[in-house]
T-cell receptor, first 117, second 114 residues
Framework: GAVVSQHPSRVICKSGTSVKIECRSL??????MFWYRQFPKQSLMLMAT?????????EQGVEKDKFLINHASLTLSTLTVTSAHPEDSSFYIC?????????????FGAGSRLTVL | AQSVTQLDSQVPVFEEAPVELRCNYS??????LFWYVQYPNQGLQLLLK??????LVKGINGFEAEFNKSQTSFHLRKPSVHISDTAEYFC????????????FGTGTQLKVEL
């Protein structure tokens, strides 16, 4: 089946630094990637949608200059949290959609837990 | 806009007992419905989905759900749960033709006890 690999699974950084999270589709081409954020004991909130080769579309309230999303290839999308602060600590999850998917099925990565000190 | 309501934040149940996790949605257009399971510190795994056709959908791990359009519900059921079913379950909806953008419910923590 389709697999999405997300790395790193856990990252701890100091306030003010930037952190990059990678999301790779291992056995399919993901024309669309979605990035979600999940706070403890809460649901997933969609942050942005990225299509390969074009700029990401951000949801209302998500700072595009803070959460930089790049989707340069059909198998890789990255989320960079710039100048991270403790309030950015969260669980970030990506998901990919196959280019030929007619079944509206997304494959999720295992998530990346970011802790900003 | 769509919304998903999972009224039960936690559902405790004994092993081998049946369970139902409730999900109601709101939408003015046709939707697709999904149930995902999340184990601690992991991403989401698709349990089952309803796109069209038969309203009774069978998924992995013995789970099934029934789409009820008149009640705008998509409740998840399992006739006999196992300890390994302990996890967080999310109901989600996407608009048909809406590019797969999922709206999630707040989740239900299923805790299976011996």
């Amino acid at each position: 089946g389709a697999v999405v690999s997300q790395h790193p699974s856990r990252v701890i950084c100091k306030s003010g630094t930037s952190v990059k999270i990678e999301c790779r589709s291992l056995d399919f081409q993901a024309t669309t990637m979605f990035w979600y954020r999940q706070f403890p004991k809460q649901s997933l909130m969609l942050m942005a949608t990225s299509n390969e080769g074009s700029k990401a579309t951000y949801e209302q309230g998500v700072e595009k200059d803070k959460f930089l999303i790049n989707h340069a290839s059909l198998t890789l999308s990255t989320l960079t949290v710039t100048s991270a602060h403790p309030e950015d600590s969260s669980f970030y999850i990506c998901s990919g959609r196959r280019g030929d998917s007619g079944a509206n099925v997304l494959t999720f990565g295992a998530g990346s837990r970011l802790t900003v000190l | 806009a769509q919304s998903v309501t999972q009224l039960d934040s936690q559902v405790p149940v004994f092993e081998e007992a049946p369970v139902e996790l409730r999900c109601n949605y709101s939408s003015s257009v046709s939707v697709y419905l999904f149930w995902y399971v999340q184990y601690p510190n992991q991403g989401l795994q698709l349990l089952l989905k309803y796109l069209s056709g038969s309203t009774l959908v069978k998924g992995i791990n013995g789970f099934e759900a029934e789409f009820n359009k008149s009640q705008t519900s998509f409740h998840l059921r399992k006739p006999s749960v196992h300890i390994s079913d302990t996890a967080e379950y999310f109901c989600a909806v996407s608009v048909a033709g809406g590019g797969n953008k999922l709206t999630f419910g707040t989740g239900t923590q299923l805790k299976v006890e011996l």
